[in-house]
Nanobody, 118 residues
Framework: QVQLVESGGGLVQSGGSLRLSCGSS????????MGWYRQAPGKERELVAGISRERTSYADSVKGRFTISRDVAKNTMYLQMSSLKPEDTAVYYCRAGSMWSLSRYDYWGQGTQVTVSS
């Protein structure tokens, strides 16, 4: 069973930065697509950023502020978040799968809380 473990969340002031990490128990080259999702209270889970061999994709709300990357040697995916805003507050989840669209075969982490104070 593949395990994904997020880390790096926390409390930060508006305008600050955080880097999230998602460590995988499996080789991440085996996943066609990986991504970061977030869910704020009372809202649906949304895609923040995704990465495949061919491309990266970002939600409009984070373009220019967040950068997704992965280190194959470390089996880890990252999300560098800068110029954070209070509306970025959410639980952030990492996901690994075979397609950009969600599937019941996807793997998910347990989530890490990001709180941005104004």
């Amino acid at each position: 069973q593949v395990q994904l473990v997020e880390s790096g969340g926390g409390l930060v002031q508006s305008g600050g930065s955080l880097r999230l990490s998602c460590g995988s128990s499996a080789r991440i080259v085996s996943f066609n697509v990986m991504g970061w999702y977030r869910q704020a209270p009372g809202k649906e889970r949304e895609l923040v950023a995704g990465i495949s061999r061919e491309r990266t994709s970002y939600a409009d709300s984070v373009k220019g502020r967040f950068t997704i990357s992965r280190d194959v040697a470390k089996n880890t995916m990252y999300l560098q978040m800068s110029s954070l805003k209070p509306e970025d507050t959410a639980v952030y989840y990492c996901r690994a799968g075979s397609m950009w669209s969600l599937s019941r075969y996807d793997y998910w982490g347990q989530g890490t809380q990001v709180t941005v104070s104004s």
